[in-house]
């Protein structure tokens, strides 16, 4: 199936925080993972300090003629990561198989926008309350 502009410009913003995030030191789990109807756009884990195991939702906006990328994370989303969430958790495992860490879970929020000429610049807010 062909992906449309939007979904590649998606895919484009969720690459330029996986990277950014691995050049930090995190080690990226995996990326897109399905649980029931929710998709959780990152997990990975964060050495910290602390160490945390993460869930990084990923916001983008081509401009901000209609507002930020946070301003799209409302309470729908939110509710629709717990969800997500917690079928990853009671699922006990990644998608390859692979066990989930035993740390404290997090969720993240990374928003991607035009900056300066044009070039992506990313933000990072962590911890972000899921209620």
């Known amino acids: 199936m062909q992906r449309t502009d939007r979904q590649r410009a998606g895919d484009a913003a969720e690459c330029l925080v996986a990277e950014r995030l691995a050049a930090l030191g995190w080690r990226i789990l995996a990326r897109n993972v399905h649980c029931g109807r929710s998709e959780l756009d990152i997990v990975a884990e964060d050495p910290g300090p602390p160490a945390r195991f993460v869930v990084v939702e990923v916001r983008w906006r081509r401009s901000r003629q209609f507002g930020l990328p946070e301003e799209t994370f409302d309470y729908r989303k939110r509710a629709h990561l717990r969800v997500g969430i ?39 807010y962590r911890n972000v309350l899921c209620e």
């Open 86 to 124: 917690a079928r990853l958790l009671e699922r006990g495992r990644l998608p390859d198989g692979r066990e989930l860490p035993r740390l404290p879970i997090a969720l993240d929020l990374a928003v991607v926008e035009p900056g300066e000429g044009g070039a992506p610049q990313a933000r990072l």
